[in-house]
T-cell receptor, first 115, second 111 residues
């Protein structure tokens, strides 16, 4: 069964450092998303991406965040200067189309720990 | 008011019990609804979609009440393997279709 894969599974970084979280969406999917989940809290939308540009972003997704699809397979989330409060599980998701009844498939997540 | 609200639980039930979760949403423009399951420190996985007419998948039944803006999930004959957090997800269109997650309801099925 096709799946969304994320690397690394766990990343520890020092405050102020840049991190890049990587995702390989399902190959025929066109819409890509990043969500995050702070430990013990709900899953929160960060950004959606289609046709090589951001479709929508939340207020969490400030200037410290950026996304990129550098080639035909990878979808990355970059945090330029990490803060302690960026520590969370980051989930990448993809869907074949953007419609109300389309399932988004989630990757297994990258646990980011900022120390 | 939160856009999607769930009782966080935990719900501790014995094996074989029937358990029901509710979820309320505040935005009447919400388009679609799902229940996802999340195991500890894992990704959310789709459990079932929720339709106005109600739908059933084995031991699981989902219902939607648009007038009262709530969604329910009923689990019959609960198994130990049903222990997880159940996430209510509301799809809202605001340029793109966005998943809005509830905080989740934690279920623990006891032997």
């Amino acid at each position: 069964e096709p799946e969304v894969t994320q690397t690394p599974s766990h990343q520890v970084t020092q405050m102020g450092q840049e991190v890049i979280l990587r995702c390989v969406p399902i190959s025929n999917h066109l819409y890509f998303y990043w969500y995050r989940q702070i430990l013990g809290q709900k899953v929160e939308f960060l950004v959606s991406f289609y046709n090589n540009e951001i479709s929508e972003k939340s207020e969490i997704f400030d200037d410290q965040f950026s996304v990129e699809r550098p080639d035909g397979s990878n979808f990355t989330l970059k945090i330029r200067s990490t803060k302690l409060e960026d520590s969370a599980m980051y989930f990448c998701a993809s869907s074949v189309r953007d419609s109300e009844d389309t399932e988004a498939f989630f990757g297994q997540g990258t646990r980011l720990t900022v120390v | 008011r939160k856009e999607v609200e769930q009782d966080p639980g935990p719900f501790n039930v014995p094996e074989g019990a029937t358990v029901a979760f509710n979820c309320t949403y505040s935005n009447s423009a919400s388009q679609s609804f799902f229940w996802y399951r999340q195991d500890c420190r894992k990704e959310p996985k789709l459990l079932m979609s929720v339709y106005s007419s109600g739908n059933e998948d084995g031991r699981f039944t989902a219902q939607l009440n648009r007038a009262s803006q709530y969604i329910s999930l009923l689990i019959r004959d609960s198994k130990l393997s049903d222990s997880a957090t159940y996430l209510c997800v509301v799809i809202r269109f605001s340029g793109t279709y966005k998943y809005i997650f509830g905080t989740g309801t934690r279920l623990k099925v006891l032997a």
